[in-house]
């Protein structure tokens, strides 16, 4: 299966090479995966090459420009689920795809896999991605006085907040299964391109022989059971 970058701005193609090895990875997945109907929250490279492969995909959230050819797109504002009269979106997905959207939401945990419930088939899988809450390069930033996370943007509009609340893999997996979901495959991965600078290299080749629990990114793979 061929996966490439979608065209667009210099920011969007810096981001996408620094994100590659992630989205090949999750493409990978949902390709392993595909059965049926898909859904893609926060749609972008993912679906771009699903398409580009002859996978039809609905979308779910803010479509990109660059994304062409979705079966059937839903603008939604993903912070409002079941808030001030918002229901939870219904649906009947076999594959679900949320990738490095999470960390960016209002919301607690719980509510986000209430509403992966409600949009996933009987027997379906969804697939989520979101930045490891305590990797490596985070604990080195507190010993040395920093906070790796991002301030609050006092701006903030649906999709541009930045990470609100980043996870761990056991609070993934706990929450999950508390939602009633099984777990497939649980994986924590350093996927980011670290290629920037001397000392970037180095941590990266350093912390490819680091326990999972110290890597950079979270894959996991749920299935709604009968």
């Given at each position: 299966m061929q996966f490439q970058i979608v065209p667009g701005s210099k920011e969007e193609i810096a981001y996408q090479h620094?994100?590659?090895?992630?989205?090949?990875?999750?493409?990978?997945?949902?390709?392993?995966?595909?059965?049926?109907?898909?859904?893609e929250?926060?749609?972008?490279?993912?679906?771009?090459?699903?398409?580009?492969?002859?996978?039809?995909?609905?979308?779910?959230?803010?479509?990109?420009?660059?994304?062409?050819?979705?079966?059937?797109?839903i603008e939604f504002d993903l912070d409002s689920l079941g808030k001030g009269g918002h229901h939870f979106i219904k649906g009947n997905y076999n594959l679900v795809i949320i990738a490095e959207v999470i960390e960016h939401l209002h919301l607690d945990l719980d509510r986000i896999l209430r509403q992966l419930w409600e949009l996933t088939s009987s027997q379906g899988v969804v697939i989520i991605q979101t930045p490891n809450a305590t990797a490596l390069k985070k604990r080195m930033a507190m010993i040395a006085g920093k906070n790796p996370f991002q301030m609050i943007i006092d701006d903030y509009r649906p999709g541009y907040g930045g990470h609100l609340r980043e996870f761990t893999r056991k609070e993934l997996k706990t929450y999950s299964e508390k939602n009633g979901f099984e777990v497939l495959e649980l994986h924590t991965l350093n996927y980011f391109d670290y290629s920037h600078s001397y000392k970037a290299r180095l941590y990266k080749l350093f912390s490819n022989k680091l326990p999972q629990l110290l890597r950079d990114g979270v894959t996991i793979i749920l299935k709604k059971p009968v």
């Open positions: 620094y994100h590659f090895k992630r989205l090949k990875f999750a493409f990978e997945k949902a390709i392993q995966y595909a059965k049926g109907a898909i859904l929250i926060g749609p972008y490279t993912i679906t771009y090459n699903l398409i580009k492969n002859g996978f039809n995909v609905d979308t779910l959230g803010y479509l990109s420009e660059g994304v062409k050819g979705v079966n059937k797109h």
